[in-house]
Antibody
Framework: EVQLVESGGGLVQPGGSLRLSCAAS????????MSWVRQAPGKGLEWVSY????????YYADSVKGRFTISRDNAKNSLYLQMNSLRDEDTALYYC???????????????WGQGTVVTVSS | QSALTQPASVSGSPGQSITISCTGT?????????VSWYQQHPGKAPKLMIY???KRPSGVSNRFSGSKSGNTASLTISGLQAEDEADYYC??????????FGGGTKLTVL
């Protein structure tokens, strides 16, 4: 079964850091680009970051650029999101997502995890 | 990276057809055939319903269809059913090499 399982969320103070993980199974992880998408409570979806299959290129939303870092370990079938200088507005459910196509495609998310909740509050 | 514009809500009766619009610019919706639509039920992860403007993933009902004209994409659901009640989001690749979502549309089946 193709599956993505996020972990690492929690409560953190403004200015703090958190590292999210996403464990992939059931497909050849190393051949797919991956992304993080978040959803603030009661709000819509917001794309956060993207990484190519070979980690050669990463892209970020302006709202997180310079604060978040996406990475992956293909040997461990895992995707990560290092979040620094967290703000109240980063509070959200964070999903990792895999595209329909393998390769370097951005978007067209066929597979989603269940999400992990990040709460930034003092 | 302004969000794509969707109506906040639409409604329809069972059996009817509804259309949800998604308006962007020539830098996103109008510039690329990389528009996707997602369905999200409360407490669930989004589900891909349409990709590349008008293609349906395997397993998605043919009651769902997509189209695009200029800077506006549309999702049409025909033969509305109770289980179609959900939030719907469009997304598009952008010229900034980012992805932008619409604000979401709540579909109510009357």
């Amino acid at each position: 079964e193709v599956q993505l399982v996020e972990s690492g969320g929690g409560l953190v103070q403004p200015g703090g850091s958190l590292r999210l993980s996403c464990a992939a199974s059931g497909f050849t992880f190393s051949t797919y680009s991956m992304s993080w998408v978040r959803q603030a409570p009661g709000k819509g979806l917001e794309w956060v970051s993207y990484i190519r299959p070979d980690s050669s290129t990463m892209y970020y939303a302006d709202s997180v650029k310079g604060r978040f870092t996406i990475s992956r370990d293909n040997a461990k079938n895992s995707l990560y999101l290092q979040m620094n200088s967290l703000r109240d507005e980063d509070t959200a459910l964070y999903y990792c997502a895999r595209p329909l196509y393998n390769g370097s495609h951005l978007g067209t998310f066929e597979i989603w995890g269940q999400g992990t909740v990040v709460t930034v509050s003092s | 990276q302004s969000a794509l514009t969707q109506p906040a809500s639409v409604s329809g009766s069972p059996g009817q057809s509804i259309t949800i619009s998604c308006t962007g610019t020539s830098s996103d919706v109008g510039g690329y055939n990389y528009v996707s639509w997602y369905q999200q039920h409360p407490g669930k992860a989004p589900k891909l319903m349409i990709y590349d403007v008008s293609k349906r993933p395997s397993g998605v009902s043919n009651r769902f269809s997509g189209s695009k004209s200029g800077n506006t994409a549309s999702l049409t659901i025909s033969g509305l059913q109770a289980e179609d009640e959900a939030d719907y989001y469009c997304s598009s690749y952008t010229s900034s090499i980012t992805l932008v979502f619409g604000g979401g549309t709540k579909l109510t089946v009357l």
